[in-house]
């Protein structure tokens, strides 16, 4: 097939932006090689591939994927090209936290799989494109409205497409789905910091704003439904069955969480359901901390974040809107795991903005019992 990609006629970004003729040279022009700068045309150039062992469940691709790639871009304009671009060199990078023991498989998923799978799935690019704004918005201060707008932008355009694949439950769509899904745990993550009440930093069951702790639980559901169609396909590596049993030794800190047991009454009444869903929470938490210490474990310390959310009972969402002080307790205890992600750019200040939230919410009676939560420090 004859080259498609012309709208590259002109030269790369890099050379534009310092006022330099491009010799359009690929992958990657002799201007960019001899300054050590990221190319544009190094993207522009076609080069993704999927091994087809990580996708038994995806239709295999012919060679025309690479033209695909092409003709791909040149629908986008010049601002979601950026974007694009931004995504694949850089944003893609962020989405592992430490703790890994094959950081290269994760980082094929979403520096290459994803914007391949994109090529077949528009809603999937807008999310793509939603995403790097919103990372260009945190290291672009001066334009960080005009990232945001753009964030808003495609998110919007994907929403009700996404919708209409999750309402149709098509095993072909789940792997975009789910791929989605993450995106907006994202969106909304970064979206909290502007909120303005302290209060909306604590998950709520009537929140004017849906809060990223439900949006990680509705992951984790849909996860645990397409369970195998989701292991066999681009997110395999990722996907793992926890360990039976897990230990909570494994968590140097497990006694500090140990302890919360301690505010409830023991025995506790058979009849106090409360009680129990409280103990439950707990035991939860540490199994989720434990799993970030196993030794030869594949769960980074970002992904055990997203385990509490899914694992605890809607009772205890209930208990948290109704600001009951042993809920706000527990959730101060996993404040500590945020803190641990604060290097990752959507977790940047939640863990601490929600510890501040839950301390203006308690009485003083109850402050000691956050004293070492307020303690760990931010990682």
């Known amino acids: 097939m004859r080259r498609i990609h012309r709208k590259t006629r002109n030269g790369c970004k890099q050379c534009k932006s310092r006022r330099v003729k491009c010799d359009e040279k690929r992958p990657v022009c ?29 239709p295999v691709r012919t060679p025309l994927a690479k033209n695909d790639l092409g003709l791909k871009i040149t629908l986008l304009d010049d601002s979601q090209e950026e974007l694009l671009h931004h995504y694949t060199t850089t944003t893609s990078l962020t989405f592992f936290g430490r703790g890994i023991n094959s950081p290269h498989h994760h980082i094929r998923i ?61 095993d072909d769509d789940i792997h975009a789905v789910f791929a989605f899904a993450g995106f907006v745990v994202t969106y909304v993550l970064v979206q909290s910091e502007s909120l303005d009440s302290p209060s909306d930093c604590i998950p709520s069951l009537n929140g004017e704003r849906l809060h990223w702790f439900h949006i990680v639980r509705g992951l984790v559901k849909l996860l645990e439904k397409n369970w195998v169609q989701l292991s066999q396909g681009p997110f395999g590596p990722l996907i793992t069955r926890f360990p039976d049993p897990i230990e909570f030794s494994w968590n140097p800190d497990d006694t500090h969480l140990a302890r919360l047991h301690e505010i409830f009454p023991d025995p506790c009444s058979d009849d106090d359901e409360d009680i129990s869903i409280y103990k439950q929470t707990i035991d939860e938490l540490r199994r989720a901390s434990a799993l970030s210490y196993r030794k030869n474990g594949i769960l980074n310390d970002v992904a055990v974040t997203y385990i509490w959310p899914g694992a605890i009972q809607q009772r205890f969402l209930e208990l948290l809107h109704d600001k009951q002080p042993e809920a706000l307790v527990i959730l101060a205890h996993y404040c500590v795991l945020l803190k641990r992600v604060d290097y990752c750019w959507p977790f940047r200040g939640v863990g601490e903005k929600m510890l501040r939230s839950i301390v203006k ?3 003083l009676v109850w402050k000691p019992w956050i004293e070492w939560a307020l303690t760990q420090p931010v990682v």
């Open 30 to 58: 002799t201007g960019c090689i001899r300054n050590d700068l990221s190319c544009s045309l190094e993207f522009l150039t076609p080069s993704f591939t999927v091994p087809r062992a990580l996708q038994p469940s995806l």
């Open 110 to 170: 979403w520096q290459n799989d994803m914007p391949q799978m994109a090529l077949s799935q528009e809603f999937l690019m807008q999310g793509i494109l939603a995403v790097s704004a919103l990372h260009l918005s945190t290291l672009q201060p001066h334009c960080k409205d005009e990232r945001l707008q753009q964030a808003l932008r495609s998110e919007q355009l994907a929403i009700r497409p996404f919708r209409e694949l999750v309402l149709k439950g098509k």
């Open 361 to 363: 919410e308690l009485s």
